[in-house]
């Protein structure tokens, strides 16, 4: 069940015969990266400044990475001006030996964890069971591929390669081990097993003292961390334990807060083909009185600062994980994620592993680079545009010269060979004439069935061309005469050969660990490599307009509705006096009589309708009580129109997040001049809020054969009251239009 | 207009009939060919193996021999695209600075053939007939590196006699890769078989594109199976007259 297991993969041919021998797995895969990549071809298509987002995406991720050091040291104090503890890792090693240690500190002996790939680069999984330590995963493939002793698969989806009937048998055999066990009669139904897992992980959720969790973006203005998720998992993690920690690789780190503005819109546009993934929790430090009390972060680098070294390789440190690369892999379709035997799987793993291992470092590393075949089509969709061709052909370029150094080989003979044969037309002439007499024997048959080696394994599925009689060369002299053999005015020029390949032979870009640790030891490496390779960035960083002109084909008030009807949650547009009647009629219907409702929600609002129950929350639930009440109701921050999302951000018509977490039921109320248009205008607005919840319909999940089961671990019923009329309230504090803090 | 042919190393020792046929066709339009007989290899199948200082010693070759032409027209959109867009990156990351330049200065001079008649010389309809069912297969390097797509359709669709077919999931790669085809052979042949049962689903008599290096593969497999399919480079169907025979 670890993810060391990864440790003993063959390389990627070997590991990739196997895989193939997969019919199964080979139509899982065809099936969900179709379905993926129809989704989010058809939502980029939407997006009519797509182009300029990757372009904003690329040069903002260069301008992070172009002054890491600096950045890091403000996130590093905007964190800990909020109240939490930063730590650096130089190493997977020291992450762990980091994370343990809070987790022992704080007497636990579970945690639950919130899907990350950064945790599992570190095997952190491995070094918490041998402290003793129960760990649960709680995103449902993860959940999956842990119970199932098993590797992920998919960077988004881990759990691509089972199907529905694997994933009950693992349910029923597994799930008692760690708590609530599956129900015996579990049917294979993808919403019978995401509700085995939502009443199983409740528990876990309910008794965890400490989380952990890695981040997508980490903002160095404001210590802001961001979780992208879909299920409720996150932020069940991210809210209810009372010790989180966040693992974090240095390359999550972008400036702004505005930054967001770009990601949030491509993420989930390219990582599942929606608009705006169902949850994104944002943080930064400890909210007292909202969530966990002690938050830590732990920086890590594990090789990152090695591959800042490299000035072509480091492009894939612009990497957010969003996976459509493997999507529209032809090679990833038909082999699977366990065949690149690393975390990071895919044309992105291809270049990110050897870079983060060590280029040629082990034979898995030394082999991922050669198993692309250039086609291209990652680089098309990737989008912080990571030229992933150009780093293969690089990183094979500095593979192969890693090999020549243990002494020649067989194929750098024959390339040794082939080179001298090319460097010179007669050579080659000669050697066209040889090749062609060799096959003459062959000539009648038209084409050349399976041959020995060194051809055996081209004619094992390929017939091999006749070589002709007569190369191009040969008729042309014969049939033009003599050809001009240099241009009108070129002449040969021999160059001396550059001393050294600069980019390849740099120290820092040997994949060896920094050897100090700790703060010291990753800044001083992340300095080293910015001074060994600095960045020649044209543009300081490539300005987005906050505020794009899209071409809107309705109101923002009328798209908002479109999009919440989208998403199955129930939108009611009502006058400032109906507000109170339109909340009964949705609790009535949610059949809801155990109401929850935050101390600033406003009185009038509050249903009185016989039979309701309505308590209010100064802070005082536990979250098992808060978990007893069927529905909550609550203000907003913000709603974004052409997301159909809503942001939570403590103000005091919505108080903390668990309230808004646990029941069932979601009754929001948005006022109309909440609704924003874009999501670049929402975080326009929202920078000074250090807790938030967006939420984007109710919660899902696609992990079991992509499936979507609607309803996970947050509110199974979203329900939106829209507030219409410029009247404003006047019994009661008002949700304000500016958030509060 | 003078034209320098590349005929590319794979044409000039196994597919001599395209190089033929450019010559042809371009003659045909009224242009003088050249043939600089110093010419090899692009150093393409260096260069994507790893060997990169080999691939650059061939860069540097090919740019001294072409550097003096107006255009150079090349059937193959790889080796096209790895002189006009590989040779300066590879420079780059290799820290050779003055061959990313030169290659830089050369690249706009360098056409794959049905970019160049379409784009550099305006025509559509080089007087060719070719009545048979063609499916084109988009190669990877013409679709995503060149951006040759519309420019070699138009092409066909002026081919008199020609049906052209539609070949499901076209723009995905057909397993070739250079070395990736020897050393992910497994990988490889069964991205092929997906392109050949396309092939077969599209009824096509012929599948054409721009690169022979693809062409190998697929008509290499199609032969295997005995599927009765041609594999033809673009510029064989264009070389061929009313009632001749490729």
């Known amino acids: 069940m670890n993810p060391s297991g990864f440790e003993t993969s063959p390389p990627f041919p070997l590991a990739a015969r196997s895989a193939l021998q997969d019919t199964q797995l080979r139509a899982n895969l065809r099936q969900a990266t179709t379905t993926i990549r129809q989704k989010r071809d058809r939502l980029v298509a939407e997006l009519p400044d797509f182009e300029e987002l990757r372009t904003a995406a690329a040069g903002i991720k260069d301008d992070a990475l172009s002054r890491l050091d600096e950045l890091l040291g403000q996130l590093e104090a905007s964190v ?20 343990v240690g809070i987790v022992k500190a704080a007497r636990a002996r579970e945690v639950v964890k919130v899907k990350s790939m950064t945790t599992g680069e570190c095997h952190l999984n491995d070094a918490l069971a041998a402290a003793g330590i129960d760990v649960g995963e709680t995103d449902l493939a993860e959940l999956i591929v842990q119970l199932g002793a098993d590797l ?3 960077i988004v989806v881990p759990a691509i390669h089972r199907n529905r009937a694997e994933v009950r048998d693992i349910f029923l ?12 009669d579990l049917s294979d139904d993808p919403a019978d097993l995401a509700g085995a897992a939502r009443a199983h992980l409740r528990e876990r959720f309910l008794r965890a003292e400490v989380a952990i969790s890695g981040a997508n973006f980490a903002v160095a203005e404001t210590g802001s961390l961001v979780v992208v998720e879909s299920e409720g998992n996150g932020r069940m993690c991210l809210t209810l334990p009372r010790v989180l920690i966040s693992v974090v690789g240095i390359d999550k780190v972008i400036p702004r807060f505005g930054d967001l503005g770009v990601f949030l819109q491509l993420l989930a546009r390219s990582a599942t083909g929606e608009r705006m993934n169902p949850y994104t929790s944002i943080w930064s430090g400890v909210s007292p009185g909202d969530g966990p009390e002690e938050v830590h972060l732990v920086l890590l680098d594990n090789g990152r600062s090695s591959a800042l070294a490299d000035p072509t390789g480091r492009q894939a440190l612009r990497c957010i994980r969003c996976a459509a690369c493997l999507n529209v892999c032809p090679v990833y379709e038909r082999v699977g994620g366990h065949a690149y035997g690393s975390v990071y799987p895919g044309p992105i793993g291809a270049v990110l592993t050897p870079q983060l291992h060590g280029v040629a470092s082990d034979s898995v590393s030394g082999s991922l680079p050669f198993a692309s075949t250039l086609c291209g089509a990652c680089y098309e969709v990737c989008p912080v545009k990571i030229d992933i061709p150009r780093l293969l052909v690089h990183l ?5 010269e890693r090999a020549k150094d243990k002494g020649p080989g067989l194929e750098s003979v024959a390339m040794a060979a082939a080179s001298a044969v090319l460097s010179s037309e007669k050579r080659f002439a000669a050697a066209e004439r040889l090749v062609s007499w060799l096959s003459r024997p062959f000539g009648a048959k038209g084409a050349m069935g399976p041959l020995p080696w060194p051809f055996r394994s081209w004619t094992i599925s390929r017939d091999a061309p006749v070589v002709p009689r007569q190369s191009f060369r040969g008729w042309w002299r014969s049939e033009r005469g003599p050809s001009v053999t240099r241009g009108p005015q070129a002449k040969p020029v021999r160059r001396a050969r550059p001393a050294r390949e600069s980019a390849t032979s740099s120290p820092a870009a040997t994949g060896t660990a920094p050897a100090a640790t700790g703060t010291e030891g990753v800044l001083s490496a992340v300095r080293a490599a910015l001074r060994s390779a600095p960045f020649s960035l044209t543009e300081r960083r490539h300005s987005y307009r906050d505020n794009p002109e899209l071409d809107m084909a309705m109101p923002p008030i009328d798209l908002l509705l479109e999009r919440l009807s989208e998403y199955k949650a129930t939108a009611t547009m009502v006058g400032m006096q109906e507000v109170q009647a339109a909340i009964g009629t949705v609790l009535s219907r949610g059949k809801s009589t155990r109401v929850v409702v935050p101390a600033g929600f406003p009185e009038a609002w509050r249903p009185e309708a016989s039979g309701v129950v309505v308590e209010i929350d100064g802070g005082d639930f536990s979250p098992a009580g808060l978990d007893g009440f069927d529905a909550c109701l609550t203000g907003c921050a913000i709603a974004i129109a052409e997301t159909g999302t809503i942001v939570l951000d403590g103000g005091e018509s919505q108080g903390r997040r668990a309230v808004s977490l646990l029941p069932d039921h979601l009754v929001v109320v948005v006022r109309q001049d909440q609704v924003v248009a874009t999501v670049p205008d929402a975080v326009a607005r929202l920078t000074s809020s250090p807790t938030q919840t967006w939420i984007s319909g109710p919660s899902a999940t696609s992990d079991i054969e992509l499936n979507r089961v609607e309803g996970v671990h947050g509110p199974r019923k979203l329900d939106v009251v829209i507030v219409v009329g410029r009247q404003s309230f006047s019994s009661g504090p008002s949700c304000s239009p500016e958030p509060k803090l | 207009m003078r034209v320098a042919l590349f005929v590319t190393c794979v044409n000039d020792a196994l597919y001599p009939e395209t190089g033929r046929a450019t010559v042809s066709v371009l003659e045909r339009l009224g242009h003088e ?19 990169r200082p080999e691939a650059l010693r061939l860069a540097r070759r090919f740019v001294d021999i072409f550097s003096s032409y107006e255009a150079i027209v090349c059937p193959s959109a790889s080796c096209a695209g790895t002189v006009a867009e590989a040779y300066a990156h590879a420079a780059e990351d290799a820290g050779e600075t003055s061959l990313a330049q030169d290659a830089r200065a050369l690249s706009p001079r ?19 007939s070719f009545p048979h069912r063609v499916a084109y297969h988009p190669t990877c390097h013409s679709l995503r590196v060149l951006r040759a797509y519309d420019q070699p359709l138009s092409l066909l669709h002026a081919v008199r006699g020609l049906c052209l077919v539609e070949l499901p999931g076209a723009a995905v790669c057909c397993g070739f890769g250079g070395t990736f085809a020897l050393k992910n052979s497994d990988v490889s042949s069964a991205m092929l078989a997906d392109k050949l049962a396309a092939v077969r689903a599209s009824g096509a008599e012929v599948v054409c594109a721009l690169d022979n290096s693809c062409l190998t593969h697929i008509g290499g497999g199609a032969s295997r199976l005995k599927m009765g399919v041609r594999a033809l480079h673009l510029a064989q169907i264009l070389a061929t007259p009313e009632g001749g025979r490729p």
């Open chain 1, 80 to 99: 800990s001006a909020r109240g939490g503890h930063v730590h650096f890792a130089a190493s997977a090693a020291e992450a762990n030996e980091v994370v």
């Open chain 1, 152 to 154: 992920p698969s998919h």
């Open chain 1, 173 to 184: 055999a597994k799930m008692g081990e760690h708590g609530r066990a599956a129900p015996a």
């Open chain 1, 396 to 400: 094979r370029a500095r593979s192969v």
């Open chain 2, 33 to 51: 060919v050249v043939f600089p007989a110093a010419q090899t290899c692009c150093g393409q199948m260096h260069l994507n193996s790893g060997y």
């Open chain 2, 110 to 128: 360098v056409h794959e053939l049905s970019k160049f008649l379409v784009d550099v010389l305006g025509v559509t309809d080089v007087g060719a």
